[in-house]
């Protein structure tokens, strides 16, 4: 089963435009990260908030944390079309313990 | 190596038959996941290796799945008997040591089709 949600599930939006996407997970995290996965690729990493942060900054990217309410969000800046791909986040419980992946936002950025 | 290599990249295999999928981590990488995608869907968890020690198989579908990480450095995946269900993509991830799994190294997967 999926930890987390993510919405929305698609966007589609103008080169140069921002795009938000937003997670929700159900369990107590030690850190949240996101990956972006083009189609018919592996995921790669973006970005990691520990539980104790509450914004952090990645070139065009912004992450934020709400512990209280179980909430991500990742915001790209300044879209480009390369930025078209599909968007998870992953919650990491700490310990020894699986990291689990949210269902997706595939993102269109439209030249 | 420099990245998460796994073989084979595609899959085509009979109903019923038995299939093999390899995982060669980055070297000195000390976690160990497996991932099952279905088309559109988010990785959904199969298994976990720290080291040799498999430490979760929660998310195995059925007894006809097994994984295996002998030396703590490659691992395989074994599905018996495919059914069509099982079509997906398989994905591979290792994590440096640390009790925060931190950052996961995906390969690029393999690619599973029953017939």
């Known amino acids: 089963s999926q930890q987390g949600e993510e919405d929305p599930q698609a966007l589609s939006i103008q080169e140069g435009e921002n795009a938000t996407m937003n997670c929700s997970y159900k369990?107590?995290?030690?850190?949240l990260q996101w990956y972006r996965q083009n189609s018919g690729r592996g995921l790669v990493h973006l970005i990691l908030?520990?539980?104790?942060?509450r914004e952090k900054h990645s070139g065009r990217l912004r992450v934020t944390l709400d512990t209280s309410k179980k909430s991500s969000s990742l915001l790209i800046t300044a879209s480009r079309a390369a930025d078209t791909a599909s968007y998870f986040c992953a919650t990491d419980p700490g310990g020894y313990q699986k990291v689990t992946f949210g269902t997706g936002t595939k993102l269109q950025v439209i030249p | 190596g420099a990245g998460v290599s796994q073989s084979p990249r595609y899959k085509v295999a009979k109903r019923g038959q038995d299939v093999a999928l390899r995982c060669d981590p980055i070297?000195?990488?000390?976690?160990l996941f497996w991932y099952q995608q279905a088309l559109g869907q988010g990785p959904e968890f199969l298994t976990y290796?720290?080291?040799?020690?498999?430490?979760?198989k929660s998310g195995l579908p059925s007894d006809r799945f097994f994984a295996e990480r002998p030396e703590g450095s490659v691992s395989t995946l074994k599905i018996q008997r495919t059914q069509q269900e099982d079509s997906a993509v398989y994905l591979c991830?290792?994590?440096?040591?640390?009790?925060?799994?931190?950052?996961?190294?995906f390969g690029e997967g393999s690619r599973l089709t029953v017939l």
């Open positions: 290796f720290q080291n040799e020690a498999q430490l979760d």
């Open positions: 991830a290792s994590s440096r040591p640390g009790l925060e799994t931190g950052e996961l190294f």
């Open positions: 070297s000195g990488h000390v976690s």
């Open positions: 908030i520990r539980s104790n942060e």
């Open positions: 369990t107590s995290i030690n850190n």
